[in-house]
């Protein structure tokens, strides 16, 4: 890895780990084919997506972050806590932080709904949440070195 290689990290929660692989690959696929170097952490669900940023960033080793993870509606209130608060714990760093984020949390109403969003040929969130932290690595360098 050369010093001047953009290093990200992939913060994937495992919940559903059929639909976490799918997503996983949309990442990797993207990052490999712009050239970045990543690592893949992995945290049991999306909650703790955004400690795990908030721990790996004090190292201080990455450029970037792409979260990972999919919440699928049920029956009860869990499924609003759970998207509501990862998509804040997200944003909030991000933005106290000016962390380049990419958001691949899935909030779907059902496994189905899933699937045509992780699939690589279908909606590839995986693959736009990483191309999301590279944009945002790319305005950073822009905004702080000047246009």
């Known amino acids: 890895m050369s010093e001047d290689q953009v290093r990200i990290l992939i913060v994937e929660a495992r919940f ?17 084919s712009f050239g970045a170097a990543y690592d893949v952490v992995t945290v049991p669900g999306a909650l703790e ?3 795990a940023i908030a721990i790996a960033e004090e190292g201080g080793r990455y450029d970037g972050y792409v979260a990972l993870g999919t919440v699928i509606r049920g029956e009860t209130y869990h499924f609003e806590i759970v998207a509501n608060e990862s998509a804040r714990g997200l944003m909030d760093l991000s933005v106290s932080r000016q962390l380049c984020l990419g958001n691949g949390i899935l ?11 992780a699939r690589a040929s279908e909606g590839d969130k995986g693959g736009g949440a990483a191309r999301a932290a590279l944009t945002m690595i790319s305005l950073r360098q822009q905004l702080l070195i000047g246009l």
Do not use: C
């Open 107 to 117: 909030t779907v109403e059902d496994e189905a709904q899933a699937w045509a969003r």
């Open 49 to 51: 997506i955004p400690a």
């Open 16 to 32: 559903y780990s059929d639909l976490a692989d799918e997503l996983l690959k949309g990442a990797q696929d993207a990052l490999e």
